[in-house]
């Protein structure tokens, strides 16, 4: 039900704010059979092998079968956290969990950027930054990107109540190196700069490496991309102690128990299949060059990306109607009918196959 | 890291707010050998055989294992709803679910309870109500109970900008009639009144089937305790669509993928195992009506209870020590260090075999 078929006399009994909310849309999930899912960034490859065992491990761990999901999980995750923190070379206590990185996204919010300052993202980012800015009623300054889509470092030195940005950023797939996010980091010593890398490990480099020497940076990941668990919803923070503590006073004064039992077990066998994950991402950025060679063949402009998808537009076909006619034929790619991203498409990286059904279909079109 | 061990230099990165935030805090969750656990009022009894199986075929849905989890879940959770409204004689629309009940009551307090009148809850209720408050910044009266722990429905005609209780109370477990609910309703047709029913399937009445006729209720449940899956988090809340409408605009300005595969098909599952969930019920309604026998043969009062725990003090001893004793001997049971009710102790029901051996330690304290 829409808003607008919901009369102001039944609307009297929302909170006035939730009155004006725009909320975040999500790539769409369409159920069409044959069809080439290209718009929501997910891993063409199967999550390891390893994540099944574990999760019908924990559904086995008592007589009758599913037993231990009458017990609540561990509020605190700490298995989960014990593997990350393994696999990232940082400490426990430097590792924060939740239902999805959407969720610690929100906390991140609550946690740093209520403020009297404005907080800065970049004026092209990920969508749901907007969306938190007006969950909690923040002030906001967007600052353009550059116009090679790169992130204008030079934008983040006005006064702010906390920074964050997506590296790569999304949807453009550009990737800022740490140097420049040093920049940001040292300029802003009172702000907390939060780095998202939903899409780090197709061949960017993570902050994480800087936490030790920056008390206020946190950098943000998932499991959705890189791990092929979208459907487990498993998201990280990472930073020093005394930031992860106010994520963890939030969390607890929102929901103790985010995560499940099977996702605290699926998320400890993947971070423990270290050589699956390697495999995976060197596969899915091999794909990624792949497709890359193929379009500019067909005399598309791709910028530069260091992600599972690319963005891309074509000198003399509109992106919107590239979109409706690779549609038709049952593919579909994400278009953002946005002031100067309206021309460009993402496309996220398939496997060969999939890959080569997208480029006949747009050798057709172009 | 408790906030005391962070410096002021520290936390100046904090949102300010957040460093009075007073979290929740759940109910001990210790890895003892041999333990007896009654003080999270989980299920003595494993969910439906159903559930896992259901989470198994998710698995094997593909030939690679866990090939599904590679993809988001659908962010409506249709199929869960439509289980659930066809078990609670509800439609689709007057269906919301969440990461358990804490993110729903979450989203409610949200979605309707960011008034400029204060919110009205009974002064002994669940702990999460007070947190939540504060969480958002409310304005709060906090109603007293009447001196036999039933809701004194006299202090809701105060102006208010919204009602919560839990139905039956936690942790009293005493039940408010239906009757007395719709004057709550009709006496407060501009706020929302939210009936928390955590435990209504242990003999209480649901307020589900006032729902048509009352345009400001909200229902809250979860299938932590009838259903036996606190360890797969999933809370739902019943209401007319307009009210529904403003939880999903919540909702998808928070987290727009609260539900993950497996917890959508093993709740899908237990909703549609009815015959398995009524004699699970009524075999925790048995073993609670023995329990309240043998606790007053030892000279105990127990308050009237229609949830799976009993609230009880005795004359003689004091509810800590006989916590600490308990403990000794690897029971827990929950203490509240509260005014009112510090002499209490809430014990979760548990076999038959469970409570014999705490009674027999109970025989030996008292």
């Known amino acids: ?57 924990v559904l086995n761990e008592h007589a009758e079968p599913g037993n231990s999901l009458r017990l609540y999980p561990d509020p605190d995750a700490s298995a989960l956290k014990q593997a990350i923190a393994a696999q990232q070379q940082l400490s426990v206590e430097q590792v924060f969990v939740g239902n999805g990185s959407d969720e610690v ?13 404005p907080i800065l993202y970049p004026d092209i980012s990920y969508s749901f930054y907007p969306v938190y800015s007006q969950f909690f ?11 090679d ?6 934008g983040y030195q006005q006064p702010n109540g906390g920074i964050i940005f997506a590296n790569p950023n999304a949807p453009t797939g550009v990737f800022l190196p740490l140097d420049k996010i040093e920049v940001i980091l040292q300029q802003n010593p009172d702000s907390v700069v939060v780095v998202d890398e939903a899409y780090v490990d197709f061949g960017g480099q993570s902050a994480t490496s800087l936490i030790s020497k920056y008390d206020n940076l946190v950098v ?13 919803r498993i998201g990280m923070a990472f930073a020093q102690p005394h930031l992860i503590a106010a994520l963890e006073r939030v969390k607890n004064s929102f929901n103790s128990y985010p995560m499940d039992r099977l996702a605290i077990a699926g998320g400890v066998a993947s971070f423990e299949d270290q050589a699956y ?3 995976t991402c060197q596969q899915t950025i091999d794909n990624r060059e792949q497709l890359v060679a193929q379009l500019t063949e067909l005399g598309f402009e791709v910028l530069p990306s260091k992600a599972n998808f690319i963005f891309t537009q074509h000198p003399q076909y509109a992106a919107m109607e590239i979109a409706a006619k690779l549609r038709e034929v049952g593919i579909i790619v994400r278009h953002f009918n946005k002031p100067k991203i309206h021309n460009f498409l993402r496309i996220t990286i398939g496997t060969t196959a999939q890959q080569n059904r997208l480029v006949a279909r747009l050798g057709e079109i172009c």
Chains 1, 2 share one sequence.
């Not at 609307?11 to 975040?24: A, G, K």
């Not at 740093?112 to 300052?117: C, G, S, V």
């Not at 889509?149 to 030079?154: A, E």
């Not at 943000?220 to 487990?232: H, N, P």
Request: with cysteine; proline share 9%.
């Open 149 to 154: 889509f790169s992130l204008d470092v030079t």
């Open 137 to 147: 009623n923040l002030k906001v300054i967007q600052v353009p990107l550059a116009d």
């Open 277 to 279: 994950f390697e495999q």
């Open 220 to 232: 943000c990941q998932t499991t959705s991309k890189s791990r092929a668990l979208a459907g487990l």
């Open 105 to 117: 996204l929100a906390h991140i919010f609550k946690a740093f950027f209520i403020q009297d300052k």
């Open 1 to 57: 039900m829409t808003t607008e078929h919901i009369s102001s006399h039944l609307q009297r009994l929302w909170s006035p704010e939730v009155r004006t909310l725009e909320p975040y849309v999500p790539g769409e999930q369409p159920k069409i059979d044959n069809l080439l899912k290209l718009n929501t960034n997910e891993s063409p490859f199967p999550p390891s092998p390893k994540v099944a065992e574990a999760i019908i491990k």
